[in-house]
Nanobody, 129 residues
Framework: QVYLEESGGGLVQAGDSLRLSCQGFGRNFATAGMGWFRQAPGIEREFVAGISWDGGATVYADHVQGRFTIGRDNSLNTAYLQMNSVKPEDTGFYYC??????????????????????WGQGTQVTVSS
């Protein structure tokens, strides 16, 4: 069974830092692009950050650029999202996602929900003001 498991969410205050982790199970994701998405109530799931298979390319949404950092450790089949200087508008469920070899250029970064094939259950991040 192939699945992803996020961890590290919680309740923090504005200006704090938080580190999310995403562990992959059931297959090796070392050659696939990975991403983090956020979903808030009443809002469609939106792209936050993405990383290529080797970490050589990263892409960030404008509203997190300079505050969040995405990373990965292929030896651990794990991706991370370091969230610094968090704001109340960062609140939401954060999902980890991985592309599969069924997708074109699966090793590369993508920003669209439809270009990711494996998803975790999400972890809640709440930022109080």
């Amino acid at each position: 069974q192939v699945y992803l498991e996020e961890s590290g969410g919680g309740l923090v205050q504005a200006g704090d830092s938080l580190r999310l982790s995403c562990q992959g199970f059931g297959r090796n994701f070392a050659t696939a692009g990975m991403g983090w998405f956020r979903q808030a109530p009443g809002i469609e799931r939106e792209f936050v950050a993405g990383i290529s298979w080797d970490g050589g390319a990263t892409v960030y949404a404008d509203h997190v650029q300079g505050r969040f950092t995405i990373g990965r450790d292929n030896s651990l089949n794990t991706a991370y999202l370091q969230m610094n200087s968090v704001k109340p508008e960062d609140t939401g469920f954060y999902y980890c996602a991985v592309r599969s070899s069924a997708s074109g250029n699966w090793w590369d970064v993508r920003t669209s929900v439809s270009e990711y094939d494996y998803w975790g259950q999400g972890t809640q991040v709440t930022v109080s003001s």
